[in-house]
């Protein structure tokens, strides 16, 4: 029998619009080893992987009348060089230029007849790297039988480790009749969840969006303890369009330790996390960027953040933390003072996770299927169930391994997350550590947030300023 999709994962379909696709991408760069990588290898690679996870070759098949959630089929017709592209930068192959083809590829919905991802092969950029680009749709990512299509790329190990491609002979497809007379056993096994499909009509979307947000009860009732009044008013939050600006940041990870190191000599210093720089220096980035822009700024201004977090250490050893919380936090960016906004935001923080304010692993599991390798897209979940008027922006922060990773034996030298952006929300910021390094990666509307490249600057500076420890 195929697997049915569960309702929250059907619901990222059926709400998917033109302006707001509903997959998660990454931005993984690359050093070649000496004999050189290239597209072939990137195939044989996700050739060998992908037969541990049949997801990746399977698409989704509606029931006929939606008396039921489609079901996931195998892809009789699969055809690798379609889901793994080659391009090319033209000269001279800037991150400048990477940038704009990442906002160009990423926006584009993924074909719905075929399995949900895409890989792209880029070529050509300075110094002789070389990017992959990924996407993967929510549906497909439900932490148990698929993750992100880039965790099947990378690996701990040089090499690819992999012998012969294993023979793939997929299952015929269901027929229509079989369709339905699976649904009719699932009826008798789920009554309650046809009923209200079949009660929709037309509205089948709009009664699984709510079913998804009613099974988030925990999450939606901890929000709303902690985000009593709408959200301020915001340019981060405006009507969406199909064009996006992605904007990558780079920073290092001993400045953020740095900036903790120095606060140890204060009274609250073993309250202050890695995460709380992190988003004290995403604060100080919106001033600057408000301020620049001619937006009132006055004491009490805040921006608030919906930060789905893994709570880690200075030295996050493994591949991603193990506790996971998400909190909505007001960052002040009306406070002038770096170490103050910092200290602001640490206390928050502290409330929401000792207070039984921030929603714990297990509720995020029994809400979108969630595995630690998936966090951006839980992230992005949230957003997605979560009123516009709760929060301005969504920051999803993902510790990642302090070792290298390796594309057979080209080692990864920087990984970008792809947020998409919720409805009404013209910004969404991932964050991923990984070998020394923290990668911003800020995904904006075109049309509302044209300057997204510099509030990408105002961040570097903001981080700048904390590490002085001057206040501005």
Not at 126 to 132: E, K, M, N, P, S
Not at 452 to 472: K, T
């Amino acid at each position: 029998m195929s697997d049915r999709l569960t309702s929250l994962d059907a619901s990222f379909l059926y709400l998917e619009e033109p302006t707001t696709a509903m997959h998660v991408g990454s931005v993984m760069v690359f050093q070649p080893p000496g004999d050189g990588f290239d597209h072939d290898k990137l195939v044989r690679i996700i050739e060998n992987r992908i037969g541990a996870i049949p997801r990746f070759r399977q698409k989704v098949r509606d029931v006929p009348g939606r008396i039921a959630n489609p079901v996931w089929v195998d892809d009789e017709a699969f055809d690798m060089s379609y889901h793994v592209r080659r391009t090319g930068l033209p000269r001279p192959g800037t991150d400048e230029q990477l940038q704009d083809f990442v906002a160009r590829v990423q926006p584009r919905r993924l074909d719905r007849t075929r399995p949900l991802w895409e890989v792209y092969y880029v070529e050509g950029l300075t110094g002789g790297r070389f990017a992959i680009v990924t996407k993967t749709h929510h549906a497909l990512i439900d932490g148990v039988n698929a993750l992100d299509i880039a965790h099947v790329i990378v690996d701990s190990a040089r090499g690819d480790g992999l012998g012969a491609s294993q023979r793939w002979e997929p299952r015929a497809s269901p027929s229509s009749v079989e369709l339905v007379a699976g649904a009719v056993v699932d009826a008798v096994r789920r009554p309650r969840q046809v009923l209200d499909l079949v009660r929709g009509g037309l509205n089948d979307a709009l009664n699984v969006g709510l079913k998804a947000v009613e099974s988030a009860g925990a999450v939606v009732s901890a929000v709303a303890r902690t985000a009593a009044r709408p959200a301020p008013t915001s340019p981060l939050n405006a009507e969406v369009g199909s064009a996006r600006r992605w904007i990558m940041v780079a920073t290092d990870l001993e400045d953020y330790r740095a900036v903790r190191k120095r606060l140890a000599k204060g009274a609250y210093a073993e309250d202050v996390t890695i995460n709380d720089v992190v988003l004290a220096t995403i604060a100080g980035g919106f001033r600057a960027w408000l301020l620049a822009r001619g937006e009132p700024v006055h004491g009490g201004s805040v921006v608030r953040a919906m930060v789905p977090v893994s709570v880690y250490g200075d030295d996050p050893a493994g591949m991603y933390a193990n506790q996971v919380m998400a909190c909505v936090v007001s960052l002040p960016v009306g406070e002038p003072g770096a170490s103050m906004r910092l200290h602001q935001i640490a206390f928050a923080m502290r409330q929401q996770m000792e207070g039984g304010q921030a929603v714990g692993a297990t509720a995020l599991a029994n809400l979108a299927g969630f595995a630690p390798p998936t966090l951006h897209a839980l992230g992005a979940r949230l957003g997605s169930a979560m009123s516009r008027r709760l929060f301005n922006v969504m920051i999803t922060n993902v510790p990642g391994p302090q070792t290298p990773l390796y594309a057979g034996d080209a080692e990864m030298l920087s990984t970008y997350p792809v947020t998409p952006l919720a409805r009404g929300q013209a910004l969404s910021i991932g964050i991923t550590s990984y070998n020394g390094g923290v990668y911003y990666g800020l995904n904006a509307d075109r049309d509302a947030m044209p300057d997204v490249d510099e509030l990408g600057q105002s961040i570097v500076e903001s981080l700048a300023e904390l590490r002085s420890g001057r206040e501005s």
